[in-house]
């Protein structure tokens, strides 16, 4: 474990590199020796340091910009005139936005337990931890795959669609149905790549002492793909709370979500109060990833 | 360990098939240093019904609202619409179909107005995803390879950090960055650079950027996942054996880069080919790109049928994109989702951490 | 679907010259493997709970107001058309709350009406549409009994040819369609369309993102009517469109006015109410113009949809809307003409007198109502979708 990464990992990229992927979410293997002091080819090294860096600066440089320009008290123009509070002030008394991101949140949440549920019992069904494919699974690894790969566009106007055709109401009840059946995929796919990795012979050392077929399930399996299901819920959520697209096709009265009453203030004149909605998500995202981090740091053997 | 191997070849063909289709199966998944083979079945909660059931609710859930509204949406695209919009009732479907008249809205795709948009959807994502190759390989190879180990879980997750922010902030902060009286024309004009403000936003120029910037995430992590994994000592290697540094690059990064390279084109390609937010509100509704064109025959135009007949063709190219892909040495099937499975892997392991949902995405 | 194979192959060769095959059987350290199980897996539940807990929380508490069988009214009307503060004040006297969507185009209005997905109960489109809407049985009559305030309505607005007797909708705002330019930036006076197809003004034009203002303009600049019926006149508007888009910088319905505002173009096709605003803001420097060729004279109506299922919260809607202190302020927030004419005498005097709010006679006798093409329908959506597509 103390040089070169694991020769699996060539072995692995045989089929591709998604199909590479998964599997290590549970990679035994370790990186490289932390110690061993970075050897780089010899590639002009400033030169990539430079072009790194403004990378970053090109993935950051316009968030800051919209965190500055939040206090900025100038109204029509990005010219500076002074500090200012009162955009948050709006924000916090538009009760429109107040309403979506009440809306954005039960979406959310709801869709992220449906779906993880589904997804999760899918994942479960045809990949059992450490199985072959079985013939039988084909159809459901295909079903679970397309609505992935499908554009997003084309998933809203199918479901607008179908919608359509029952003369459904579009209401908070078709977005859920709509965010439910782009995540269920993810869920599965994560999870799924989770149980591939697992050693059955744990599975089996559970039977050996005598736990039965849902004994190994609830406090072998399951405890085991936890980190696989919670990070598809994750994922689940943060789909739900961004999408746009799908739910722009789907979304009826009173089912105005965040990203789309965003777009309606992108769309109905310039004004700073975006500047101070972004920034407000920004800080709520980031706050989010920090105390999670910091949750999730200390367990035993991370250091390894 | 040998046993398995041997398992392992007797299935060799059907399985590599199955493999190669599925982007997050374990290639190979007993071959090198798996736990998967060994004791095959031994998970299993429920053979038979019991798997059956499991995977009930999401044949459920996705055949009613998922497979249904697709062939639905195949029935509405061999209709005609009516004089309004809506779709017209036919009155005898044996003489519709045999006078293909269902094929309209498929002929009408393929007037040259229509190529021609689907060929500026395609020329504009693949001068997204060259531009992201351009900007994101080095970057991804200087992750990798040149950055301390411990300092590269935050600097990833720099990289990752984007794209837990609303999609729609980041296309809206260069709305803002762009427009006339925008930062960047501010900047032109009171530093002299220009006379007069410059038309940025509502280009071309301004969609390719927003596309760049919103995809560029997604195409440095499945590079960094596979250029992580390479071995400094086979460049030392081919160093060693004289090889000069353009040749190195050449014929050891790259084909071992390869696979994430793939991987990287496609999550950037094909969410890039069925835009229509950004070239709507970076394009100002005048770069029509595929996506637009098929969102305003459902929304505006009151054509369900060519609206139908030009998603299925979209859905046809990325499929066909992606074999080629797999083709092309990667896998197919390629999706955000495997490619965030892969992220998430990736970085947690880069930092020598179990995986946390975290950091996925 | 194998293609990917033989590549892949030399992989394993290579990195076993540098793998050491005992790495092979280390016993994983996976997560969860061994004695790291118990904690991390609470962690993980914790996490999730709250995770999952807190925005529910959120969400069920934060709705004041929001309690079930709450009479609730949903509004579907454009963008801009209705000041908040009217629709708050309603909410408070009537305890009904208010739904408001937008759209801005009356296309998109009736693709949402025809889908049968919509569950509105006040629309308010505009002239022709109106007239499509009933002919597609797609709303309800109106029952005049229950609209007292029927009496403050302008008779000049009433009983015409797309809505006769009035039997399904009330007029509600109506106004002019014109170009709204900055006479600092454009040198000439405007007062014909052909500004807006001026090579001159290449990239600083907006035009309206709405299939027959645009049609409209290319046909009067023709010498046409806004409603001719004649295909290949129909198609030459369409060339003329085609022609005009790369001076275009943007197709926009909803924010024209504010775009010309800031600057970010210089003649903007448009409705009058919000060019007016911006007008009124500095006069100096903004200008509203129905050109020489004529313009269009609309006439939006609040309509109630078949498929509404609020009514008694639309009719008090329409009653609330129809006082004339009620319309005066409408008038206020959006500075459009209010077909009440009781209202008038309470509207602010300088938006009274605006010419570009209440056109003067002159005006008004060079514009025209668009007119339901019927069969030609499908024609324009094609040539308009050309023209966007091209």
């Known amino acids: 474990m103390t040089h ?3 020769p699996a990992h060539f072995a692995r990229t045989a089929p591709g590199p998604l199909a590479s992927h998964p599997p290590r979410l549970s990679d035994p293997s370790h990186p490289p020796d932390p ?17 790194t860096a403004a990378v970053y600066l090109f993935l950051y440089l316009p968030i800051a910009v919209l965190v500055a320009f939040s206090f900025n008290r100038a109204r029509q123009t990005a010219a500076w005139e002074g500090f200012t509070l009162s955009w948050y002030g709006e924000m916090l008394r538009d009760e429109r936005l107040l309403g979506a991101v009440r809306n954005s949140l039960l979406i959310a949440a709801l869709a992220t337990v449906f779906a993880t549920v589904i997804g999760t019992m899918a994942a479960l069904a045809f990949a059992p931890p450490g199985s072959r494919p079985q013939r039988g699974h084909r159809p459901t690894e295909v079903l679970l795959l397309l609505p992935v790969i499908l554009p997003e566009v084309v998933l809203g106007a199918a479901l607008l669609t179908l919608f359509g055709a029952w003369r459904m109401r579009l209401s908070l009840a078709t977005v859920l149905i709509a965010h439910v059946v782009f995540s269920i995929s993810y869920v599965a796919l994560v999870v799924r790549a989770r149980l591939a990795g697992l050693d059955p012979a744990l599975a089996e050392a559970a039977r050996d002492l005598g736990a039965g077929a849902w004994e190994v399930f609830r406090r072998v399996t399951l405890p085991l793909a936890l980190p696989g299901i919670a990070a598809g819920a994750l994922l689940v959520f943060t789909l739900s709370i961004d999408d746009y697209v799908v739910t722009s096709f789907v979304a009826g009265v009173g089912a105005t979500t965040l990203p789309l009453h965003i777009y309606s203030l992108l769309k109905a004149g310039v004004t700073p109060e975006i500047n101070a909605v972004s920034t407000a998500l920004l800080t709520v995202t980031v706050a989010l990833i920090a105390v999670a981090h910091r949750l999730l740091r200390h367990e035993p053997g991370s250091a390894g | 360990m040998a046993g398995e191997g041997a398992e392992q070849d007797g299935a060799a063909t059907p399985r590599h098939r199955r493999t190669a289709d599925c982007p997050s199966r374990p290639p190979g998944g007993g071959r090198g240093d798996g736990p998967a083979g060994a004791g095959r079945g031994a998970w299993q909660t429920g053979a038979g019904w019991g798997t059956l059931a499991l995977a009930l609710p999401a044949w459920l859930v996705l055949g009613s609202f998922f497979l249904l509204p697709l062939v639905l949406m195949l029935g509405v695209s061999g209709a005609e619409r009516g004089i309004y919009g809506g779709l017209r009732p036919i009155a005898d479907l044996a003489a519709y179909l045999r006078s293909g008249a269902f094929l309209a809205s498929y002929r009408q795709s393929l007037q040259a107005l229509y190529l021609g948009i689907a060929w500026r959807s395609l020329w504009m994502a693949a001068l997204t995803t060259g531009l992201c190759l351009a900007i994101g390989f080095p970057a991804a190879y200087a992750l990798a390879l040149h950055v301390p180990r411990r300092r590269r879980g ?7 950090v984007p794209l837990w922010t609303s999609f729609l902030i980041r296309t809206y902060a260069w709305m803002f960055i762009l ?36 995809e560029l995430p997604f195409m440095i992590l499945p590079l960094y996942a596979a250029l992580e994994r390479l071995d400094r000592t086979l460049l030392e290697a081919a160093a060693d054996l004289g090889a000069g540094r353009a040749a190195v690059v050449r014929r050891v990064t790259v084909p071992l880069a390869l696979p994430g390279l793939v991987a990287g084109v496609v999550l950037v390609f094909v969410p890039s080919l069925g835009q229509f937010v950004v070239s709507d509100l970076l394009g100002g509704a005048h770069t029509m790109l595929l996506g637009n064109l098929i969102q305003n025959q459902f929304a505006v135009a009151r054509n369900q049928p060519f609206g139908a007949a030009l998603a299925f063709e979209l859905t046809a190219a990325v499929l066909l994109l992606l074999g080629a892909a797999r083709a092309a040495g990667g896998s197919g099937k390629a999706a955000r989702a495997a490619g965030a499975a892969g992220q998430a892997a990736n970085e947690a392991s880069a930092s020598g951490q179990p995986p946390r949902g975290w950091e996925l995405l | ?42 962690r993980w539940l914790t996490v999730l709970a709250v995770l999952l807990a807190l925005p529910v929380a959120l969400a069920c508490g934060g709705g004041p107001g929001d309690a079930r069988g709450a009479r609730r009214l949903n509004v579907y009307i454009w963008t801009n058309y209705l000041p908040a503060e009217v629709v708050s ?24 009406l025809q889908s049968g997905v919509a569950d509105y109960d006040l629309v308010v489109p505009s002239d022709y549409m109106l007239q499509v809407m009933v002919a597609q049985r797609l709303l309800r009559p109106l029952d005049r009994r229950r609209l007292p305030g029927f009496a403050n309505l302008d008779p000049r607005l009433l009983d015409r040819k797309f809505d006769p007797g009035n039997r399904f909708s009330l007029p509600y705002l109506w106004g002019t369609t014109g170009i709204g330019y900055d006479r600092l930036k454009v040198s000439a006076p405007v007062d014909s369309w052909r ?73 903007a096709q448009g409705w009058n109410g919000e060019l007016a605003k911006v007008v009124a803001q500095d006069r100096r420097r903004f200008a509203y113009v129905v050109p020489r060729e004529g313009g269009t004279l609309w006439i939006d109506s609040l309509a109630v949809p078949a498929t509404a299922r609020h009514l008694d919260a639309a009719y008090a809607f329409l009653a609330y809307l129809l006082e004339p202190a009620v319309a005066a302020r409408v008038v206020g927030g959006v500075r459009y003409a209010s077909a009440n004419r009781a209202a008038r005498p309470l509207v602010d005097p300088a938006i009274r007198d605006d010419p570009a709010v209440y056109p003067p006679p002159a005006v008004l006798d060079r514009c025209e109502l668009i007119e339901d093409l019927g069969a030609l329908t499908p024609l324009l959506d094609q040539l308009w979708t050309e023209v966007k597509a091209h």
């Open chain 1, 35 to 51: 110690s061993r002091p970075p050897h780089p080819p010899r590639w002009p090294r400033a030169l990539l340091a430079t072009h």
């Open chain 3, 89 to 112: 004040d309603f909410q408070r006297r009537s305890g009904i709350r208010v739904e408001v969507d937008t759209y801005s185009s009356n296309e998109a209005l009736l693709e949402k």
């Open chain 1, 4 to 6: 070169g990464p694991h």
């Open chain 3, 195 to 267: 500004a807006l197809f001026d090579p001159r003004y290449a990239g600083r034009i907006l035009m309206l993102d709405d299939m027959r203002e645009a049609f409209g303009a290319a046909l009067l600049l023709d010498g046409r009517s806004i409603n001719e019926r004649d295909p290949a006149a129909l198609r030459r508007a369409a060339d003329r469109l085609r022609a005009q888009k790369p001076l275009v910088r943007t197709y926009n319905s909803s924010e024209f006015a504010s775009l010309l505002a800031a600057g970010d173009v210089d003649l």
């Open chain 2, 154 to 160: 935050l600097l990833l997750g720099l990289v990752v």
């Open chain 3, 1 to 42: 679907m194998t293609g990917g194979r033989p590549r892949s192959r030399p992989a394993p060769a290579r990195a076993s010259r540098t793998g050491s095959a005992p790495r092979r059987q280390r016993p994983p350290d996976r997560p969860g493997g061994g004695d790291r199980r118990a904690r991390p897996e609470r």
């Open chain 2, 179 to 214: 427009r006339s009286e925008g930062l960047l024309n501010h900047l032109l004009l009171s530093t002299g650079l220009a006379s007069r403000p410059l038309p940025m936003l509502y280009t071309g120029g301004a969609v390719i950027a927003g596309l760049v910037y919103g």
